[in-house]
């Protein structure tokens, strides 16, 4: 299969029948060998390079909820059957997601309905062939078997993600953008005794965050975390104490860090909270 720009607009007539409203735009570039059998879902061979070009997802084409440049996947033997998956890279360059509270309900319930009801009785219509909920449950299929499965991914890379949180429903917006947001993981192995995982952004208004992951890829329940967020003004947060207490917090600073240790799902902390100079 060899594609180039292709336009994956027809996906946007099964996402109507998910959603009020909304608009959806993407392309394709593809060049993946493949075999399989059609009557076994599992049963699939396959290897090449694929990439997501120009992904929007919104209110509008002028309102995103979620969008990126471009996600590339380098496949160097995709085999669920045999328990298989082996990547050569995963990255996404620039991804937007954008999250908001209202009075009643959030911007992805009010698009998909209260708690997904839209998506749910899609997904119950047997009688109605819809592609997005075919494609999610094919690769919920196809991945069901991945951590107990020889995975291996050299390279797992987001750059310059962007994260937006607003709150409409207290008295006073309140407002929190991580942005960059840099991932970064050098081969996840299964064979590896362990898998390094570092995420850093910077805060806005102010302040920024690093988290540093180290998990035994043979047992999830089993990882170490460091995280340490800093520069982080308290009056930031006046919406909320302004709101359940009439006074708003006229200065000073928040610092958070600390060291998790998780054994056999068991969590061992060690958590350190220095407000500085609030009034």
Known sequence: FVSHKFDLNIIGQYLKALTNYGSFSANL??????????????????????????????????DDYASFDKLVVAIVELNPKNHKYLFDSIAISHPYFK????????????MFGKNGVNVTAVNADQSKFNLVIEIAKYVKVISKNFFESDYKINRLVIYKGYLKFNDFSTSEKFALE?????????????????????????????????????????????????????????????????????????????????????????????NHLVVIDPR
């Open 178 to 270: 991580l942005s960059p947001l840099t991932v970064i993981s050098d081969s996840i192995d299964k064979n590896h005794n362990r898998v390094s995982i570092s995420f850093k952004s910077n805060l806005k208004p102010y302040g920024n965050l690093s988290v540093d992951l180290s998990v035994n890829p043979k047992d999830s329940g089993e990882f170490d975390l460091h995280y340490n967020l800093q520069k982080l003004p308290i009056s930031m947060f006046d919406p909320y104490t302004i709101s359940y207490t009439s006074f708003p917090l006229d200065r000073g600073t928040l610092e958070l860090k600390g060291t998790w240790k998780v054994r056999n799902g068991r969590i061992k902390s060690d």
């Open 29 to 62: 570039d593809a060049d993946i060998k493949a075999n399989g059998n059609l009557n076994d879902q599992e049963n699939l061979s396959a290897s090449g390079q694929m990439a997501i070009n120009e992904f929007h997802f919104g209110k509008n084409i002028k």
């Open 99 to 110: 999250y908001e509270r209202y009075d009643y309900l959030d911007n992805v319930q009010t």
